[in-house]
């Protein structure tokens, strides 16, 4: 009787691997208001998206205001900026987000008609050029030699932006909260003043369902 | 075989004038010769890839081309095997794209594979692990994206980065999938695993390129210091990408990769079931029925890894005559592969218990339905069955086997425009083999990458370059 049983056994075994799912793997178009995928382990779109608006949007709406009541309450032309980069200084690796963010803020800057960006092509040839690392454009010299350079290529700016991406990690056992900040720091070359807009948002992790269930 | 076993019904509905017992012998005396039939076939396999090897490494691309276009066209169940072999035969050839080709293709149906969870394992277990559809060793899986990265950069580079991504990704991919299965039996094996160095290095060294990105180039060179110490020029590339630059104006940078030694390579071994293992399969019979492991601790047939004696210890590389440096090991493939395999050993090891169980539980069964006892001709005759069919099992040896032992790398900053460059093996001795020269131009500001091939003392194929 038990040779039966496991002679049974031993067919649904080999039943059991023949049922294996096929190795198909699907996929959506997401239109504009469906609900978008959320990093289970790390900050992805759902994150930088929003975070990218408000900052931006923040940014853009102060000079706004400002660009529009000039001396004669005429509308002045838009001051060339030169965005240099988004700088991650977070706990996360951003991996291909980072070039999408950058994309992302020149496309919405150029758009608001505010402020003229400067190609990121130019922006790269300047820097390889002049061979000074965006953290170091500050230092009188090299923002003199920086200025230079994009003004040989035809390229004058009136303003350096930089983003920065930071977190800060609250952990409570095994779950953890993350709390991404992404700053705008806009610098006017000609007198150092700066201004500077950022973003929050707070992310939760856990473990498991139930603990999401529990705290979330 | 019980009376409400499906074939032996369908049989008796069709004809009800011939007896169950009778539909029962003659179905199981039909099939059970054929269950051997299965393990036949794959000797032709190791021997094609015998052949490849010894083509390859005796530096003749022809003959490993050919061996290789004859196995892609009549072996279709290792064709992902052979197209990883025709993807270091076609780097070797200065034919990065055509290699790039190969290796997404790869890349692409083992991450289907993977999907797809078991493959043949049905088949498998009636027979053996060659069987399945081979879905690539994990260091494989990852090293499939570094050599895609690299094949890329020595063509237009376009995505160089988002293959050097791909590295880490799939790294952590295959850990956590590891884990998620092991949460429940235990701790993740998988964890063991030693992270692979160079996909970070390729992905720094791009956007480090960008004049713009330092901060992507600290990050990951941080990570080559961690994940390779040893590997000492990680420091000076992490210290230059917190504090310094690219290069100097007029000065561009030259990367030198060396794919160095034959690297690893599987053989069968015969091995005793330990207790590990042993609790492993019967987690494995329990979990698709209510039986556990019957006690069993006759030697199995598994796969070990084995790694040729390297007597390369770096690639000397001179600029216009002059001694320029020498390249050192950003990932050593042979150790990994070693790392890896014992990590997943246990697993291994009671795959093939549960194989031998089930073949002995198949003619066991066979046996009770076929009413034969132990003294008869029917008996023996299923016996002799049993004894073949297991006999017939073998290890699953198939590798990427045109592996390097080591991938070195070598960063050279030159001044703008074209240079004289040689490559010669060293040994722990001293300079040996012949010096092979290639020309390059370096551009203002920018990268420019060599790849040369060195499984012993003399260059395989040509050295490849995205700026001659």
Known sequence: MHRRHFLRSSFVTLAGCLGGCRGNQYAEVKHPGDPSMVGSHQAGGETWRPLMDEAVGKLLGRHSVARQSGPNGQVLPPLRICFVGVENKSIEEIGDFKDQLYEQIDSKILESQIFQPVSKRFVEAGLMQTRLRPDLLMVPANMRMFVGAMEQQGQPFDYLLYATITSGTTRENKDYQRDYLLTMELVDVHNGQYDKQSATLSKGYYHSRLSRLMKG | ?468
């Open chain 2, 1 to 468: 075989m019980t009376d409400d076993c499906p074939l032996v019904c369908a049989v008796h509905r069709r004809d009800p004038g011939l007896p169950a017992a009778v539909c029962r012998r003659w179905i199981l005396f039909l099939l059970l010769p054929l269950l051997p039939l299965f393990a036949l076939g794959c000797a032709t396999h190791e021997r094609r890839l015998l052949a490849i090897r010894d083509g390859f490494y005796s530096g003749d691309l022809p003959v490993a081309e050919k061996s290789l276009d004859d196995g892609l066209k009549h072996d279709h169940r290792d064709s992902e095997v052979l197209l990883l072999e025709r993807s270091i035969v076609e780097l070797a050839e200065g034919r990065p794209r055509e290699s790039e080709q190969a290796l997404r293709t790869v890349r692409d149906r083992f991450d289907e594979l993977e999907r797809a969870r078991l493959g043949k394992a049905a088949i498998a277990l009636i027979t053996d692990d060659r069987h399945k559809a081979y879905c690539g060793e994990d260091y494989e899986k990852v090293l499939i994206r570094a050599l895609l990265s690299l094949a890329n950069l020595l063509g237009d580079g376009q995505d160089a980065v988002a293959y050097a991504l791909q590295v880490a990704d799939k790294q952590q991919q295959i850990i956590e999938a590891a884990g998620a299965e092991a949460s429940s039996d235990g701790p993740n094996p998988k964890l063991a695993y030693k992270q692979v160095a160079i996909g970070p290095y390729l992905h720094g060294l791009i956007r480090e390129a960008t004049h713009g990105n330092y901060d992507d180039a600290a990050r990951a060179s941080a990570l080559v210091v961690q994940w390779e110490p040893q590997f000492l020029d990680g420091r000076a590339d992490l210290e230059r990408a917190r504090h310094g630059r690219h290069s100097a104006p007029g000065n561009g940078v030259l990367y030198v990769f060396a794919l160095v030694g034959r690297g690893p390579y599987k053989e069968e071994t015969l091995e005793l079931p330990t207790t590990v293992s042993l609790l492993i399969a019967d987690r494995i019979i329990s979990a698709t029925n209510k039986y556990s492991l019957p006690p069993t601790i006759a030697p199995v047939k598994v796969p070990r890894i084995v790694i040729p004696p390297n007597e390369i210890a770096g690639i000397g590389v001179y600029v216009d005559g002059r001694p320029a440096g020498t390249t050192a090991t950003i990932t050593d493939v042979g150790r990994m592969a070693v790392e890896q395999h014992q990590a997943i050993y246990p697993r291994i090891l009671a795959e093939a218990v549960v194989r031998r169980v089930v073949k002995k539980g198949i003619v066991l069964g066979a046996k009770e339905a076929m009413g034969a006892n132990q003294a008869t001709l029917t008996s023996v005759a299923l016996d002799v069955a049993g004894i073949a069919w297991e006999a017939s099992e073998a290890a699953d040896t198939r590798c990427w086997g045109l592996l390097p032992d080591k991938i070195q790398v070598l960063r050279l900053e030159l001044p703008t425009g074209r240079h004289q460059v040689a490559l010669q093996p060293v040994s722990r001795y001293g300079s040996t083999g012949a010096a092979e020269p290639q020309a390059v131009t370096i551009d203002d500001g920018r990268n420019t990458y060599l790849l040369a091939n060195f499984p012993d003392s003399r260059l395989v194929g040509r050295i490849a370059t995205n700026s001659p």
